[in-house]
């Protein structure tokens, strides 16, 4: 099996985790999937910012995990879970780093929902 390219996030493709000082609350219709106060913010490069909730906030009775894996040279792999309420809309709709690259270490025991497939609502308190 050949080694997968491992890449530090630099000028030509920043990568910045902040916390997100307002609320986070994901959901499937009316059904809340996730509601935080700790949400972090990643920015990648010039890609839309992912709101990363703590795997406390989230609502796993909800989840199934599945058997999908992607790979980032700058984040690591990647492992997915399907929303059960969503049917197939929902199949590969949460993602996770369980052993993200140093550079990234803080999404560690972190959850991010694809925004195509569920509604992320920012609250400024």
């Not at 990648?44 to 609502?59: F, G, H, K, N």
Request: proline share 8%; with cysteine.
């Amino acid at each position: 099996m050949a080694e997968k390219t491992r890449k530090i996030p630099g000028p030509d493709h920043p990568i910045t985790i902040a916390k997100n000082p307002d609320r986070v609350v994901v959901r499937l219709g009316d059904q809340v999937l996730a509601d935080s106060r700790d949400a972090l913010s990643l920015q990648e490069s010039t890609y839309p910012a992912a709101q990363y909730l703590p795997r406390d906030d989230v609502d796993f009775s909800l989840l199934e995990r599945t058997e999908h894996t992607t790979y980032c040279p700058y984040k690591g792999d990647a492992s997915y879970y399907s929303i059960l309420p969503a049917g197939e809309d929902g199949v590969n709709a949460v993602w996770t780093y369980e052993q993200p690259y140093d550079a990234v270490a803080d999404i560690r025991e972190y959850v991010a929902f694809y925004p195509n497939k569920v509604s992320i609502e920012i609250i400024v308190d």
